[in-house]
C-alpha cells in the first residue's frame, strides 16, 4: 500500500470506507436489526430495517461518533476504555485472561496499525472496544508509536493484517500460551494456526469473530478448528455451530465455547470460575440474563447457567435474510 490513508470495516453488515477521517463510502446494508447496535446507539431504535437509505444515514452517524469521540483512525486514537461496557465481548474476554495470566499474548487487529501482538490488557481493551470488523487499513504513525510505547508488537509497519504471520511472530518471541481474534471469512486460517499449535507444543486460543455473511465451508472449518465463536447475524452458523456447543452465552447474539480449552478460557472471564471450569463437556449449557439456574458473574454482568439442548434463540436477535428454523425459547 502507497502513502494513502484508508481503512475500510463492516458495520451493521455494511461496508464502510474511511479516509482521512472521513467516510467516503457506505454500503447498502443486509441487516435489519440489531440488538446490540440499538443498545449502544439509540439511532438505530426509530428506523425501520427496510429503510435502507435511513439506515446508512445511522450507520454514517455512528462512525462519525466513534471518529470524534474516540479518534478511530486518526493520529488522536484513544485507548482508554476500562469499562466491560459489552458483555461477552472477544476483547473484554482478552483482556481479563491478560490481566489473570492465563495467556500470555494477544495476536489482535488494530485500525492504522495492523497485526498487533500484546500482553497488556487495557491495551487489548482499548483496540477492541467499539470496533467492528476490520477488513483493511493503513498505517497511522500516531497509533503504531502509541502501540509500541505500550509495549505492543505491531507485526507490519504497513498495517497489514495477517494474524498467521502474527501468531508466527509470538511464537518466535517465545509465548507458550495465545489468543488470537480471527474474522470469520479467513476461516481458512484457523486449521494453519492449529497446524502451528501443534508443531510449537502451545496453546492457542482461536477466536472466530465477525461472522455475519459467511459461507458454509467458513462455517465448517469454524466449527471444525475454533474454541469460541460469536454468532453476529448468521442464523446458518447458530444453526450448524449450535448443536456442536458445550456453551452458549447469551440468546441474542450467541457466543458458542465449543472446546474444553474455551471453556477453561470462559472461566477466566467468570467470577465463579470453577462452576465454568467444572461443567461437563458431554453436556449443553446456556448463559443467561433470564433467572434460571445457577446464578453466575461474567465480566461483572449477572447471569444464570442451566443445562439446555443449543443453540436457544430469542425474539431480540439480528435479522439477516432468512433466519434458520429453530426453537424460540
Known amino acids: 500500500m502507497d502513502n494513502r490513508d484508508i481503512h475500510v470495516l463492516k458495520y451493521f453488515s455494511s461496508f464502510v470506507s474511511v479516509s482521512n477521517a472521513r467516510i467516503i463510502n457506505i454500503t447498502e446494508p443486509a441487516l435489519t436489526f440489531c440488538p446490540l447496535a440499538e443498545h449502544l446507539y439509540k439511532d438505530f431504535r426509530s428506523v425501520p430495517g427496510n429503510e435502507k437509505e435511513a439506515l446508512k444515514v445511522v450507520i454514517k452517524k455512528t462512525i462519525e461518533s466513534k471518529i470524534r469521540d474516540y479518534g478511530f483512525f486518526t493520529e488522536k486514537r484513544n485507548f482508554s476504555f476500562d469499562d466491560l461496557s459489552i458483555p461477552y465481548g472477544a476483547s473484554e474476554m482478552i483482556g481479563l485472561a491478560l490481566r489473570k495470566k492465563a495467556i500470555d499474548a494477544a495476536v489482535v487487529v488494530c485500525e492504522g496499525a495492523g497485526t498487533v501482538i500484546t500482553s497488556n490488557p487495557n491495551v487489548v481493551q482499548g483496540i477492541g472496544a467499539r470496533m467492528n470488523s476490520l477488513l483493511l487499513t493503513s498505517p497511522i504513525k500516531g497509533i503504531i508509536q502509541h502501540l509500541k510505547s505500550a509495549g505492543c508488537r505491531v507485526v507490519f509497519e504497513n498495517a497489514l493484517i495477517d494474524q498467521i504471520r502474527g501468531i508466527e511472530e509470538a511464537l518466535k518471541a517465545g509465548y507458550k500460551s495465545i489468543a488470537v481474534t480471527i474474522c470469520g471469512h479467513s476461516a481458512e486460517d484457523l486449521r494453519i494456526i492449529r497446524s502451528l499449535e501443534k508443531e510449537y507444543g502451545v496453546s492457542i486460543i482461536c477466536l472466530a469473530v465477525c461472522t455475519t455473511g459467511i459461507p458454509k465451508d467458513k462455517i465448517d472449518l469454524i466449527a471444525d478448528c475454533a474454541d469460541l465463536v460469536w454468532s453476529c447475524a448468521s442464523s446458518d452458523l447458530r444453526g450448524i455451530i449450535g448443536p456442536l456447543a458445550i456453551l452458549?452465552?447469551?440468546?441474542?447474539?450467541?457466543?458458542?465455547?465449543l472446546t474444553k480449552k474455551g471453556i477453561n478460557f470462559v472461566s477466566e472471564y467468570a467470577r465463579e470460575e470453577e462452576i465454568i471450569k467444572s461443567l461437563d463437556i458431554k453436556k449443553q449449557y446456556l448463559v443467561s440474563n433470564k433467572p434460571n439456574g445457577r446464578p453466575v458473574h461474567l465480566g461483572g454482568f449477572k447471569a444464570y447457567i442451566s443445562e439446555f439442548k443449543l443453540p436457544v434463540s430469542s425474539r431480540k436477535e439480528p435479522?439477516?435474510?432468512?433466519?434458520?428454523?429453530y426453537a424460540v425459547l
Open 319 to 325: 435479522v439477516l435474510g432468512d433466519k434458520s428454523e
Open 248 to 257: 452458549q452465552l447469551s440468546r441474542q447474539i450467541p457466543v458458542f465455547v
